[in-house]
């Protein structure tokens, strides 16, 4: 600041003028005509502008600017100001005050770093919250987030009237995989599963997870029986032409999956843990009638208690089960 000008001011407001220049912050002075009475834009804009001004009295500088910096300025009570983008990814927040004497103060303060690091605490964030709801092994959702995501999918069907299913799929034989190829192996091969199973899910809304173990479901927002039976077909075929090897398996020299198949029929009568149940029944069914298949769940499927065994014969259950051609 000029000598002229600084030697009219009381030694509190050049502190003040010292600290706002370590904090980076810049202030235009504009008259009651909007001509530009002082420009300090150094570090505010990093323009590498220079300080200038018009020969102008003492009084600009007096009490009532240096307190409006004080109370309107750094304490900020005069709102959250206006953030902008400068090229190289830099920012600045501007706050504007007018002076008793009539004067427009613009305060512009460089909160470049503040940015960034709130850019960085986002990110951070953001991805906290990914890999709470993400199993770490498949990339797929997770236990918690299929529960939140099925709860919430009922609950729309349930007011709307909308159709809503669910597919459990569980590897065939996936204990004897592992101990003949080892867990790593095993470990690649739920990873493989679960990218056919993504490729699956290809509706807005439909989610695929993971269950627990070898089992995954599949939510189907929206989704009628036909179309549910469509993802189950697909899941099956999709894997068998995967051709991971299983020469442990006694029913391919490659993986196959079981499914099950569940559609929502009585909003009001039924919850989500019987959508689930109703699935893993069928998915058994598809099992004990040969596994490498799909089943649709029937009513004794919905009536089934969870604490039923589900080992009992497919025969003994009434099953009708769809078995998709070989590949």
Not at 13 to 42: C, F, K, P, T
Not at 248 to 271: K, N, R, W, Y
Request: aromatic share 4%; net charge neutral.
């Amino acid at each position: 600041m000029p000598q002229h000008i600084i030697k009219h001011l009381p030694h509190s407001e050049n502190a003040l003028n010292s600290s706002l220049d370590e904090l980076n912050v810049g202030i235009e002075l504009w008259d009651r005509r909007h001509q530009l009475l002082w420009n300090s834009m150094d570090g505010a804009n990093g323009n590498g502008g220079k300080q200038h001004t018009d020969p102008i009295e003492a009084e600009v500088f007096g009490a009532g600017v240096a307190n409006a910096i004080k109370r309107r300025c750094l304490k900020n009570p005069i709102g959250k100001g206006s953030l902008q983008q400068l090229p190289g990814d830099r920012w600045i927040k501007t706050f504007e005050v007018r002076a008793p004497n009539g004067h427009l103060l613009v305060v512009r303060v460089n909160v470049t770093a503040l940015v960034r690091q709130g850019q960085l605490l986002e990110n951070s964030n953001r991805r906290l919250n990914e890999l709470s709801v993400t199993d770490s092994l498949t990339g797929l959702a997770n236990r918690r987030c299929f529960d939140d995501v099925l709860l919430s999918e009922w609950q729309r069907a349930t007011r709307n009237q909308t159709d809503l299913a669910l597919v459990m799929v569980d590897i065939d034989h996936f204990k004897k995989y592992n101990d003949n190829y080892g867990h790593l192996a095993g470990d690649e091969c739920l990873r493989r599963v679960a990218d056919v199973l993504r490729r699956c899910t290809r509706r807005a809304g439909e989610l695929a997870s993971r269950f627990g173990g070898e089992e995954f479901v599949m939510v189907l927002p929206g989704s009628n029986r036909e179309h549910a039976l469509e993802v189950a077909d697909l899941c099956t075929r999709l894997i068998k032409l995967e051709g991971i090897p299983h020469i442990m398996s006694p029913i391919a020299p490659f993986l196959t999956v079981s499914a099950g198949v569940a559609c929502l029929q009585d909003h009001e009568a039924q919850a989500p843990s019987d959508l689930i149940n109703a699935s893993d029944a069928a998915m058994y069914r598809a099992k004990s009638a040969g596994r490498a298949c799909y089943e649709l769940a029937t009513t004794r499927d919905w009536e089934m208690s969870p604490q039923t065994p589900r080992t009992t014969s497919a025969h003994e259950q009434g099953v009708q089960h769809q078995t998709p051609s070989p590949p």
